[in-house]
């Protein structure tokens, strides 16, 4: 396939994992096309949970389904971390100047963002050290509004395009509470927790056992007052800076249970 | 399905990300039964790559495939996590006292890990505060000689039992070298860098192009004498504690380009 073309404007490069029919891409690359160029590529089915999945054992494809100036858009059939492969290595020379993953359909708060394909797009880009934000809203619904984050969205977008100096090895998992008026934005850490009552079991035609993943999100700290799953509740956007490195540094407790 | 009965035992729970007919997840599962009693659940087909993934849209089945006293080995249609969520949700009540995941067949050092099906089990565990660990070997192969490993695998595991306080949050990423003699093995961390060349590009007989992934991994830190790259290619294990909370802590820098 051939090479993007780059003009003088910023490149941004969009992808989600709730595929590329999705509402929520759509309208974001509406949002971001006052600043920079877009080259959307992101999955042609949702995939949702992939985390930072790679697809190893079967073939990538591409397709261009839109082209204008400054404006590309395609389709593959990756996982959210293989579109970013794929735009790095066979689409783009150079780096975009920036990534954005979203807007998800659903929340990714607390210690949901482990699956979450949308930011297993945005860390692979923090891993290549490329500025990098992905952004939910807390309405799983298909034709959920998004008007009223596109003031944040664009806000957040264009500090990330003017700032020379993006910390290395980190991207931004936003989320934005499902209301028509936003009361701020915080800079918070993932809620710890743990999901229940994770499947449905029900019993096929042929009588034999299969099980929906489902459940509910358990948060253990719900008193606590400077993470993201608070916050949200108080109507602000959350902003948790993550990590594509989880490598513990101090572990003295490890070092005396294995005696290194 | 049927609750796995307990004994006055330990229970081991075994999964890996290259499926249940591999080698290192038979040897291990042999290596660990003078420990404890032991029940594997692992995905029916390789799953390499799959990181954290979650099988959300298609329903999950369980298929036992051996069983014996103390000895139970169940096959899934799922992820390594999913192998996880299904047996502390459908087999067990109550947690095990140690997750295994592996022996994978090829390393998971330096940044690997982000991607690794591997330690997307060890983390699922972690969440829940289980004693939970990952075990690789440096060779790829299907008839890979996991021998080497065993007094390693075992003296580990047998630490992890014996100590009432694993720290809350952290499972361990254990490389293996290939080699008939460990030098020892060494607590570090995860080398920093990325993957580089990472596509073979194809015309299909219909005249379309397709992509394999592939590539090697670009070591950003060969110097540095801290990682797990560097012990491994001194011989020695190594030991890399992995969070399952990636929120960075302290980014002055962000709070300044965000204005928050």
């Avoid at 051939?2 to 309208?27: F, H, V």
């Avoid at 600043?35 to 054992?57: F, H, K, N, Y």
């Avoid at 780096?95 to 807007?103: E, K």
């Amino acid at each position: 396939m051939e090479k993007i073309a780059r003009s003088n404007r910023p490149l941004i490069l969009i992808t989600n994992d709730d595929g590329i029919q999705a509402k929520g891409i759509r309208e974001v690359a509406e949002f971001l096309k006052p600043l920079g160029d877009i080259l959307v590529v992101a999955p042609d089915a949702p995939r949702s949970g992939q985390s930072s999945a790679i697809t190893v054992t079967t073939p990538l494809r591409m397709k261009v389904i839109d082209r204008q100036e400054g404006f590309c858009m395609i389709r593959t059939n990756g996982t959210p971390v293989d579109c970013i492969k794929l735009s790095m290595n066979i689409l783009l020379d150079g780096y975009p100047d920036l990534i954005v993953s979203g807007i998800n359909h659903g929340s990714n708060s607390g210690v949901s963002v482990i699956y979450s394909g949308t930011m297993g797009a945005v860390l692979e880009g923090a891993l290549l050290h490329i500025p990098s934000i992905g952004f939910s809203l807390c309405n799983h619904k298909a034709d959920a509004d998004f008007s009223a984050c596109r003031e944040l969205v664009t806000g957040i977008c264009q500090k990330a395009l003017a700032s020379p100096h993006w910390p290395q090895g980190i991207g931004l998992n936003i989320n934005i509470p499902n209301t028509p008026r936003l009361n701020g934005a915080k800079m918070c850490r993932a809620a710890q927790g743990h999901w229940t009552e994770e499947y449905d079991c029900r019993i096929d035609p042929h009588g034999q056992e299969y099980y929906w993943l489902t459940g509910t999100f358990k948060n253990y700290e719900p008193e606590a007052t400077d993470t993201d799953e608070y916050w949200l509740k108080q109507g602000y956007a959350t902003i948790v800076p993550c990590m594509t490195d989880n490598s513990a540094r101090h572990t003295p407790e490890l070092s005396s249970i294995l005696g290194l």
